[in-house]
């Protein structure tokens, strides 16, 4: 591979400030973001089960088949984004924020998903089809941060507002049906319609906002990724190319054992707790709404918490600290329910408040430290490659998702689970209470343990930077010796091949 050229083709306009209101904007568009995944990850399967009809063997088949599909659609959006600045259409609008405008008349294919009384069929296909509308928003939305600033306070501050924003439309996730039940007088299935239009609509406003207040990078034409020309088959093999490189940074690798591991035990958890609360708590489906509403208050204070933290000591410090948090509630909760509470004892808000603490950081941190990772990528191949890692990024998390939501179904059927009975089985709750338990802990601990690994933070970032501005300016050879230590225990590749050397 030829060395990049040092000299920029042209000379890049000033840096443009970044103000309150982009910050704003920026973080709003978390609502479909996290809102969606907070919705999805806490209702979709007992609104298949317990309202549809569906057994939780089909519900598993709806998100195989959706995954299978996102396979292919959510790499290609970034990588085409990527390389669509050389287009009339990404030079009007922008090569990411093209796909923003575009995705927001599409945005109420969220509502159709919620739609009760249809068949496996029609449920399988609308969940297919908000996931494409999502991936062609999302992917372009988690590149801006590193497009609209190099800074890495700044980078941290937009991190800082997506998850505040997020943990806003979470708390609404959570307490909405317990509303809206309030409103209709009873546990109906149309709870969960009216709250797909709301958020439709909050989707569709918020995408709108981002796309006007948000701007993308100039880039000299040796750091854009594409050639012209390039037939179907050349753009998918250069796709996963693409995709199996962003595997080799060792930043990025680190980074995705730490987002899985506060990710998917927080998916576990969600998919599990409805049904733990109704079925082995006997509680109800607005109980479980309300616990699931307070615990995303307390997240969205210890967002604020994590931000600090984040900022003053290391990244993966406050990472554990959180996920012992975390895990601290889950056994306490676990312990309540062997005790004999039920959904109506106080006594569940303490663990619910254990959770939480742990839960806003663990959202929090995952996705300040993933708008480094160009960077990283940038010294290893002298491009900017942010579609690529939110495309790997996107498919990984709904990826994850599915398959803790889909696997909690599938081992709550093996377990005796019946859909639409009042009442389950003994075997059938113990069960359900080892998955939430069991479940959360084991993904806990897996990114615990590689948070040790993980050694990026305001200081080395700073070294990372000014290497990149020195192997720009023509240089072969690092700074000092400590400068080297540092880029290639991020890069995980020797200095000598680093700038598209090998």
């Not at 709870?191 to 981002?210: E, K, N, P, R």
């Amino acid at each position: 591979m030829n060395a990049p050229r040092p000299i920029a083709e042209q000379e890049a306009p000033p840096a443009r400030r970044v103000g309150l209101i982009n910050f704003i904007a920026y973080g709003s568009n978390d609502f479909l973001g996290a809102g969606s995944m907070a919705i999805v990850s806490g209702w979709v399967l007992i609104f298949y089960t317990k309202f549809c009809g569906l057994s939780a063997g089909q519900a598993a088949t709806i998100f195989a088949v959706a995954r299978i599909l996102d396979a292919f659609t959510s790499p290609l959006i970034g990588h085409i984004s990527d390389r669509f600045g050389g287009h009339w259409l990404g030079r009007r609008f922008g090569r990411r924020r093209f796909f923003i405008l575009a995705a927001i008349p599409l945005l109420p294919s969220f509502a159709l998903m919620w739609l009760p009384g249809q068949g496996f069929l029609y449920y399988l296909v609308t969940y297919v089809l908000f996931e494409m509308v999502y991936a062609m928003e999302i992917i372009p939305f988690e590149t801006l941060a590193a497009e609209m600033s190099t800074d890495y306070a700044t980078k941290a501050k937009f991190a800082g507002y997506r998850i505040l924003f997020g943990q806003v439309s979470a708390i609404l996730a959570g307490f909405m049906p317990l509303w809206l039940i309030e409103w209709l007088g009873k546990d109906s299935p149309q709870t969960f319609f009216y709250m797909g239009v709301i958020f439709a609509g909050l989707f569709m406003a918020t995408a709108g906002f981002l796309y006007a207040f948000s701007w993308e990078r100039h880039l000299p034409a040796s750091a854009l990724e594409g050639r012209k020309g390039e037939g179907v088959g050349s753009a998918f093999t250069a796709l996963y190319r693409n995709l199996f490189s962003t595997m080799r940074v060792r930043a990025f690798r680190l980074h995705l054992g730490m987002y899985l591991g506060g990710y998917i035990s927080q998916d576990i958890f969600n998919a599990a707790f409805t049904f733990f609360v109704i079925f082995a708590l006997a509680g109800t489906t607005a109980i479980a709404s309300g616990l699931l509403g307070t615990l995303y208050v307390v997240q969205l204070v210890a967002v604020f918490i994590a931000i600090n933290m984040a900022l003053r000591s290391s990244p993966a410090r406050a990472y554990r600290l959180a996920a012992l948090s975390f895990g601290a509630g889950v056994v306490a909760l676990i312990g309540l329910w062997w005790g004999g509470e039920t959904g109506a004892s106080w006594t569940l808000y303490i663990p619910i408040a254990l959770a939480g603490l742990g839960r806003g950081a663990l959202n929090y941190i995952p996705w300040a430290t993933y708008n480094y990772m160009a960077d990283v990528d940038e010294i290893m191949t002298g491009k900017r490659r942010e579609g690529s890692f939110a495309g790997v990024m996107t498919f990984i998390r709904k990826a994850a998702q599915a398959a803790a939501v889909a696997g909690v179904g599938l081992v709550m059927q093996a377990g005796g689970f019946q859909s639409r009975a009042a009442v389950q089985s003994a075997g059938a709750i113990h069960v359900l209470a080892w998955v939430l338990a069991a479940g959360t802990l084991a993904v806990l601990a897996a990114g615990i343990a590689v948070s040790f690994r993980f050694r990026l933070d305001s200081r080395t970032h700073g070294v990372l930077m000014a290497e990149i501005e020195h192997l720009k300016a023509g240089a072969r050879t690092p700074t000092s010796p400590e400068a080297r230590e540092i880029v290639e225990d991020l890069s995980g590749r020797s200095y000598e091949r680093l700038w598209g050397r090998g």
